[in-house]
């Protein structure tokens, strides 16, 4: 036996009310989760379009950037890595600099002139007639420069200012002063090349020349 129970008009506005509450109470949560995500989404997406520049802040302008690492840094870096190593090999092993002392080889080159030696320039051939070369003397600050006029073997001399090699005599256009030299022949061993200065109006016991030893011979003047 099923009885039904009736509820009262106060009743029925009580629990009217209550059901609205509730209502409310879960709408008003509900609206406020999505406002939060919608506050989530735009944060996220206004802060995807804020521009590298204001992100990458740097304490150097943009130009003198550019100017001192390039457009990209990290090419930059490895530039300097390889650069640095080669020009201290070429500056130390390969290419030396040489600054001229003294009227010996002028006008070819004249006093207190800046000239490079290239130390590789006798790795496939020996010193030729015409090269001027430098000459150790004391250790690598310390060197000779002189033009190569006889190779080993030869017979050289000079008759007034005439320079003769196995008794021929051979022209010389790069000396450009008059010459009176007399010296006597000398003859040249396997591993000796004579050289001489290109000024030959210096007097002949104040010019530094004669016979040197391959070992000696450093390498060729570039310029």
Not at 42 to 57: L, R, V
Not at 60 to 82: C, E, K
Not at 135 to 143: E, K, N, P, T
Request: charged residues 20%.
């Amino acid at each position: 036996m099923v009885r039904s129970v009736r509820e009262s008009p106060v009743e029925s506005r009580r629990n009217f009310t209550l059901a609205c509450r509730n209502a409310a109470s879960i709408s008003g949560i509900a609206i406020l989760h999505l406002r939060a995500g919608l506050s989530q989404h735009n944060f996220s997406h206004a802060k995807d379009q804020i521009p590298m520049a204001e992100t990458n802040k740097s304490f150097l302008p943009h130009w003198l950037q550019i100017v001192l690492i390039g457009r990209r840094p990290r090419n930059t870096v490895l530039r300097i890595a390889v650069l640095v190593p080669v020009v201290f090999l070429t500056a130390r092993y390969l290419i030396w600099p040489l600054r001229v002392q003294g009227p010996s080889m002028a006008p070819t080159y004249r006093e207190n002139g800046i000239n490079f030696l290239n130390r590789l320039a006798y790795v496939f051939h020996e010193p030729r007639r015409g090269d001027i070369v430098a000459i150790r003397l004391a250790g690598r600050s310390v060197m000779l420069m002189k033009r190569v006029i006889g190779l080993p073997g030869e017979t050289v001399e000079f008759i007034d200012g005439q320079l003769y090699v196995d008794g021929q005599q051979l022209p010389e256009p790069y000396v450009q002063f008059p010459c009176r030299w007399n010296r006597p022949p000398r003859k040249l061993g396997p591993n000796e090349y004579f050289v001489v200065g290109d000024n030959r109006s210096m007097p002949l016991v104040d010019h530094e020349h004669g016979a040197a030893e391959r070992e000696r011979i450093l390498g060729k003047v570039l310029l």
